[in-house]
């Protein structure tokens, strides 16, 4: 297969803008791969970032590394499936930094099981923090947010979300997600909160460790099937996200944003087998 036009190395020509400043973010599960470079990216462009994660020092970890650079962050440990822990965790973020401008859900649980070996504990885990989470974290933040007069939420949902790629429960959580975040931009629209979900395909994080662990080739056979000719980064996702908290989105509420390399668009690889092309 042809190599992507331009590879993802090339593509920053990143001038970093600073849509941000004065403004507070909270972000789930930021220790760790996409939520820690939402965190790194946000910080960069001004905001005050709240990074809060069930793994604490993780959350410590990625704040030094921020605060290392000359930005504005605090780390805080919060189980995102438990409204106590997350109600306090929102109390706090208020009282250290301020009122919360942006939420951003990203923490996540995913268990690799076969359907018949899935209990009602791994439902209540996986459904407790893929979707209860952002549940209760935007049911904390959303009082501030509407006395204010105005707020952004981002979901971090899936292509898992929209069609079955082998996590029952992490699908059905995600696609439950894509419903929360439509039900909250149809409500609280008019009182200035907008509600958007960003969809990423695969990306390369520490999700994948056990996978990789297991089946070191996985990244390279994935990359396949995307129209774009590889698997996404991080920074892919950052990209999305600042610019749909950010006011050059005011008139995007409700929306799902894949950002997948065209996986959802259609099938590569079947359209090279239909056309009889080599992929
Ligand atoms: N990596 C991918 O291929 C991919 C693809 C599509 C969507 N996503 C989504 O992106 C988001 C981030 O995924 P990632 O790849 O960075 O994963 P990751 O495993 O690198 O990071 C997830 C973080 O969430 C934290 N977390 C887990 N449970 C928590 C809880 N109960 N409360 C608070 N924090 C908790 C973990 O400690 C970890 O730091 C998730 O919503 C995931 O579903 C990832």
Redesign the pocket.
Known sequence: MAEPLKAHKDKKESMTMHRYTDRVVLI?????????NLAERFAAEGATVAV????GD?ARETAKAITDLGHRVQAFT????DTVSVHGLVEEVESALGGIDVLIN?????LDLPFLDLSEREWDLDV???LK?PFLCSQAVLPGMLRREGGVILN?????GFSYFGNDL?SAA?AGLLSLTRALAVRYGPRGVRVNLI??????????DGRLAKDPAVHQRLARWYPLGRI?E?DD?ADAALFLASSAASWITGTALTVDGGLLAGNAVMTADILGEEY
Do not use: E, L, Q
């Open positions: 789930t599960g930021s220790g760790s791969g996409i939520g820690r809060a994660d069930i793994n993780a919060v189980d995102v499936a990203n923490a996540a649980s995913t407790g923090v893929t989470g971090i949902g899936s292509v898992n992490y995600k969809a990423p395909g695969t990306i390369r994080t520490p999700f994948w996404g991080p996702v």
